[in-house]
C-alpha cells in the first residue's frame, strides 16, 4: 500500500466501522495555459499557478508522483487526452478494490461557452462529460480563468460563501469550484505573482484555512477561505469584485480532505495573541502566504524548510521578523521580536488614501517590470564591430588592408509573445569607413558601409523578473548591402563614383536586459555576424563578418 493511501484512510472514508474502510489513492490533473487564441493576451501567471497546485497536492494532498499530471499549454485535445488517461488509471485502481479520487485544476483562459486553449476550445459540456465518465469515487475540479462561473451554472451552481455536506453515508459525488461568477473577470495580481483566487487557495490549503485547527484542510474550508479573500482582494480593483462559485453533488459523511498539514516539510505557528494583515516572504521575496488573522485563533502553516520573512500589519504599524525554518519544525511566530518597519510615505489622492502597507491594496502607479509577455519595444544600440582585413586585385592595383574597428547604429523593434519567447526585426548601419585625400588642386573623398535588415527570434531567461532583468539569447538572419562611393574634385570639373552589391548573412547575439520600468529597456548585447564576402571591394575590404558589441536603450508599450 502506497504511503497516501495509508494516510488517507482515515482521512477520506466513513468512521463508523473499521471494516467499510478502503484504501485511498488519489489522482490529479493540474493545467496551466496562458495562451487563450489571437486577440487575447498571454497570462502571466497560469503556468507558474499550476506549478504551486501540483506542489502542494504533492506534499501535502497524498497525491503521489506517479499519479499527477501537470501539463502546460494543452490544446484541447491534449487536455481531454490526460482526463482520459486518469480514468483510466481509476479503472484499474477500482479493479484493484481501492477507491479512487480526482482532483483537477485549470489555470487559464475561458469564456461562457468554455476553456480556450491556444487556438483550440473545450466547451464546458464536453469537460464535464469528460469528468463524468471517470470512474472516482470523488471528483473535483477548480477552475480559475474568467466566466468559469458558467461551467458550474450549467447545473445550478450558485455564488454563495459556504455549502453542507449531506451526512448520509460515505463521501462520494462530483465538486466544480470557479474562480468568477459567469459574467466576471478573474483577475491576475502583478504584487502576488499569481491569481487573487489561486493564491487565496492556496494560502488556505497551508493551513490558514484550518478554521476547526485539527490538522486537515477541506473542501469546505478551502472554499470559504478563497471565496471571502479573493472577493476581499478584488473589490477595489478596476475589473471590479470576483466571486467564488460552485456546484456540488456530494453525499456522505463529513467533508472532502484536500491537504493534510502534518505533511508538511516545516510549519509556522501563528499563536492566537497575533492578529492583523499577515504576510509570508520566502528568502527569495515570494509572496507565500497573505491573510487576515483575527486574535485568538492559532493558524499552522505549512511552508518549505527555509529562511522567512514574516510581516504583521495592524492599527496602522507595519512589523516584521525573520525566521529560518530546519526540516521538521514547527516554529512559533515571536511576537516579542516583531519590529518595526517604518512605513513609506506616499502622496494621498483622496479620502482614506495614506501609507502603503507591504503593498497591500494600493495599486503601483507605473506597472512593476516583471516579465516582458505581450510587450512591444523600440529600440536603439549604438556600438561598434571588429572588421577583419583583406586583399586583392583593384583594376591593376593590389590592394592590402589590416583589422579595423567600424561602428555600429541599430535601429530595432521587438516583441514578446510570452515571457521567454519573441521576435525582433533590426535595420543596421555598420562599418562606416571613410577618408580624404588632397593633392594639388585634386581633392578625393571615399566612403563606405554596409546596411542590413534582419529578421529573427529571441529567447528569453529571467534572472530576476522582480527587478526586471532578463538574460536573452538570440538569432536572425536577412540581406546586407554594401555601398561604397568617391567624389573627385579638381580644376577640370567633379566626378562621382559608386556602387551597391548585395549578400546574405545573419547573427547571434547574447544580451541582458533591464527594465527599470515596463515602458524603458537599458541593455548591453554582443555577438557575432556572419555574411558572404562582397564581390567587389567594400571601401578597404571585401569580409565584414566578425564580433561586435552595443548598449540599448529602447522605449516599450503593451504588457
Excluded at 488614501?353 to 516579465?371: F, H, N, S, T, Y
Aim: net charge neutral.
Amino acid at each position: 500500500m502506497r504511503p497516501a493511501a495509508a494516510l488517507l484512510i482515515a482521512l477520506l472514508t466513513s468512521p463508523a466501522r473499521a471494516t467499510d474502510v478502503e484504501p485511498v489513492e488519489r489522482l490529479a490533473l493540474v493545467a496551466g495555459a496562458s495562451n487563450g487564441g489571437s486577440g487575447r493576451a498571454a497570462l502571466r501567471y497560469a503556468t507558474s499557478d499550476a506549478r504551486e497546485v501540483a506542489r502542494v497536492l504533492g506534499q501535502l494532498g497524498g497525491v503521489e508522483a506517479s499519479d499527477l499530471l501537470l501539463i502546460e499549454e494543452p490544446d484541447a485535445a491534449a487536455l481531454r487526452g490526460a482526463v482520459g488517461r486518469l480514468g483510466r488509471r481509476a479503472a484499474e485502481i477500482r479493479a484493484a478494490g481501492r477507491r479512487p479520487e480526482l482532483f483537477v485544476y485549470y489555470s487559464g483562459h475561458s469564456d461562457e461557452d468554455g476553456l480556450l486553449l491556444g487556438g483550440s476550445r473545450l466547451a464546458y459540456a464536453q469537460l464535464r462529460q469528460d469528468l463524468d465518465a471517470v470512474p472516482a469515487e470523488v471528483r473535483v475540479a477548480i477552475l480559475d480563468s474568467c466566466a468559469s462561473g458558467a461551467f458550474t451554472r450549467v447545473k445550478g451552481g450558485q455564488m454563495r460563501p459556504a455549502f453542507q455536506v449531506d451526512a448520509a453515508n460515505r463521501v462520494r459525488g462530483h465538486a466544480f469550484l470557479t474562480s468568477s461568477a459567469a459574467d466576471e473577470a478573474s483577475q491576475e495580481s502583478d504584487r502576488l505573482r499569481a491569481s487573487f483566487f489561486t493564491h487565496a487557495l492556496l494560502t488556505g490549503l497551508r493551513g490558514a484555512a484550518d478554521t476547526t485547527a485539527d490538522g486537515v484542510v477541506t473542501l469546505n474550508e478551502a472554499y470559504q477561505f478563497a471565496f471571502h479573500e479573493t472577493l476581499a482582494r478584488t473589490e477595489a480593483t478596476r475589473s471590479g469584485p470576483q466571486h467564488a462559485t460552485y456546484d456540488i453533488a456530494l453525499v456522505g459523511s463529513g467533508d472532502v480532505i484536500i491537504t493534510d498539514l502534518r505533511r508538511a516539510g516545516a510549519v509556522l505557528v501563528l499563536p492566537e495573541p497575533v492578529g492583523g494583515k499577515i504576510f509570508v516572504r520566502s528568502a527569495a521575496g515570494q509572496l507565500v502566504a497573505e491573510l487576515q488573522k483575527v486574535p485568538g485563533v492559532r493558524i499552522d502553516l505549512a511552508v518549505d524548510p527555509g529562511d522567512y520573512r514574516v510581516r504583521v500589519a495592524r492599527e496602522g504599524r507595519l512589523q516584521e521578523v525573520q525566521l529560518s525554518l530546519a526540516a521538521g519544525q514547527r516554529a512559533v511566530l515571536p511576537e516579542a521580536r516583531l519590529a518595526p518597519v517604518a512605513l513609506e510615505a506616499t502622496a494621498a489622492r483622496g479620502p482614506g488614501a495614506g501609507a502603503e502597507l507591504d503593498g497591500v491594496d494600493l495599486p503601483p502607479r507605473e506597472p512593476l517590470p516583471r516579465g516582458p509577455a505581450d510587450r512591444n519595444v523600440i529600440a536603439l544600440s549604438l556600438g561598434g564591430v571588429s572588421l577583419r582585413g583583406d586583399d586583392g586585385a583593384v583594376g591593376t592595383a593590389q590592394v592590402h588592408t589590416s583589422g579595423g574597428a567600424g561602428m555600429l547604429f541599430e535601429l530595432g523593434y521587438r516583441r514578446w509573445f510570452t515571457d521567454r519567447i519573441g521576435i525582433e526585426a533590426s535595420f543596421q548601419f555598420r562599418g562606416l569607413e571613410g577618408e580624404a585625400t588632397h593633392s594639388g588642386d585634386v581633392s578625393t573623398s571615399r566612403g563606405s558601409l554596409v546596411l542590413g535588415m534582419t529578421v529573427g527570434a529571441k529567447y528569453t531567461h529571467p534572472l530576476s523578473a522582480r527587478h526586471g532583468l532578463f538574460l536573452g539569447v538570440g538569432g536572425a538572419a536577412g540581406a546586407y548591402m554594401g555601398v561604397a562611393g568617391s567624389t573627385t574634385s579638381s580644376s577640370g570639373g567633379t566626378q562621382e563614383s559608386g556602387a551597391a552589391e548585395y549578400v546574405p548573412g545573419g547573427r547571434v547575439r547574447l544580451s541582458l536586459d533591464y527594465f527599470p520600468t515596463r515602458r524603458l529597456l537599458l541593455g548591453v548585447e554582443a555577438g557575432y555576424s556572419q555574411m558572404a564576402r562582397f564581390k567587389s571591394f567594400v571601401g578597404g575590404r571585401r569580409d565584414y563578418s566578425g564580433p561586435e558589441a552595443a548598449v540599448t536603450i529602447g522605449f516599450g508599450w503593451g504588457g
